[in-house]
């Protein structure tokens, strides 16, 4: 959705919500909520409904909501409508994408890449309604301490440790390689540095004179060919 289009649709949206937020059952809710209730059980709520009453209570009590739904493909729809409800900062917790190979079971490490990425977004204080489902919300998660500590951030200008970036890649559970070919690995090249944190759309490339970082870009992991220059980029634990 573009954000123009965005825009209009929330604009129209907010005009709904105020009247949402007026109906007696949902200030009934509010005033519950507001004076400690630990529950306040809701029902005959259908389609998109339940979004808007989020969004309502969201606005009135203020500070950070979780959404959780029965199953994944409901926590996408509800994520979806409340992106183009709310205003505020929605984020998406996937559930684990595990599966069977050979004689092991492996992870889906894009999917871990955006659950370590919304976590670190939640514990910066950058999401304001976060929507996942039962199961997402009761699988394990990376320790916080450890993602505060192994979070890291490269930007052009800075001065890079290449040895001491190779060895924190290793540790957080990178693979190094010749040629990265999937999420999870690095490979340097002289003063080529290849990242691909898992939860990156695209792989990153690092240009490096003497220490100095001069130049990062994006790039397709096809073609090899830079899409996007950027500024700096957030490096996330790849376990």
């Known amino acids: 959705m573009s954000r123009q289009r965005r825009d209009i649709d929330q604009h129209g ?3 709904l919500v105020d009247k949402v937020r007026r109906v007696d059952g949902v200030r009934a809710i509010e005033r519950a ?5 630990r529950r306040v059980d809701v029902s005959g709520l259908r389609g998109t ?9 969201r606005g009135s009590l203020g500070g950070a909501f979780l959404v959780c739904c ?3 493909e409901t926590a996408r729809d509800v994520h979806a409508d ?9 984020a998406f917790f996937p559930a ?13 490490l894009s999917v871990r890449g955006k659950r370590n990425a919304c976590l670190d977004d939640i514990r910066a204080g950058q999401v304001d309604i976060v929507v996942t489902s039962l199961v997402g919300f009761l699988e394990k998660t990376i320790r916080v301490d450890k993602l505060k500590t192994n979070v890291r951030r490269i930007s052009v ?4 440790d290449l040895e001491a970036l190779r060895g924190h890649l290793v540790d957080v559970g990178y693979e190094a390689m010749s040629i990265i070919e999937e ?5 340097v090249r002289g003063a080529i540095v290849d990242l691909f944190d898992p939860s990156w759309d695209d792989p990153v490339r690092l240009e490096l004179l003497d220490d100095e970082v001069i130049s990062i870009r994006a790039f397709d992991i096809e073609t090899q060919r830079s899409n996007l220059q950027l500024e700096s980029v957030r490096l996330l634990p790849a376990t």
Do not use: C, H, Y
């Open 82 to 90: 409340l992106d183009t409800v709310s205003p505020s900062r929605v």
């Open 33 to 37: 909520l507001g004076g400690g209730a």
């Open 96 to 108: 684990k994408d595990i599966f069977p190979q050979r004689f092991e079971v492996k992870e889906n």
């Open 49 to 57: 409904a339940p979004s808007f009453v989020v969004e309502a209570l």
């Open 183 to 187: 999420p999870g690995q690095f490979a």
């Open 13 to 15: 949206a907010a005009s």
């Open 70 to 72: 029965p199953d994944e």
């Open 157 to 160: 200008g800075e001065e890079l």
